[in-house]
């Protein structure tokens, strides 16, 4: 699946993937694409918070944190930003602004009290046409 869907991903400019199944919480840095070893991508910036989308790669981030117990985490391979066995959810919110987007992710645990992880991506706007403002009308 890394083979297929990581180059896909780094190709059309995907800024985070959103996946779950393993019960725990797990985020990566933003990654690009190994093609020598896809079990160990690329790191694009070694921050745990702020992200900037148009230079940096792909984040994953798996929140499967509704089950009924979690998956052991049993070390914590190089390419995460963090990881987690708590219940909880993951809220996002944008912003988007005139030039910059701007993605917050904050995973809560399960009362919604205490933010556990947090992070940002902002994404440049970019229009086919120059002409064309990204919050104007077209016909």
Do not use: C, W
Request: aromatic share 12%; proline share 6%.
């Amino acid at each position: 699946m890394r083979d297929l869907y990581h180059p896909l991903f780094d190709k059309y400019g995907v800024d985070l993937v959103l996946q779950a199944h393993n019960h725990n919480y797990q985020r990566t840095y933003p990654l690009t694409y190994n093609p020598e070893k896809a079990s160990n991508p690329v790191i694009t910036n070694g921050f745990t918070t702020g992200y900037n989308s148009n230079n940096d790669g792909v984040i994953f981030a798996t929140i499967g944190t509704g089950g009924e117990s979690f998956y052991p985490l049993d070390g914590t391979a190089p390419y995460m930003a963090t990881q987690l066995d708590r219940f909880g959810f993951l809220n996002i919110e944008i912003d988007n602004g005139n030039p910059h987007t701007l993605l917050t992710g904050s995973f809560l645990d399960n009362t919604g009290s205490e933010i556990r992880d947090y992070f940002t991506i902002k994404k440049q706007i970019q229009t086919k046409d120059a002409n064309i403002s990204p919050n104007s009308e077209t016909e």
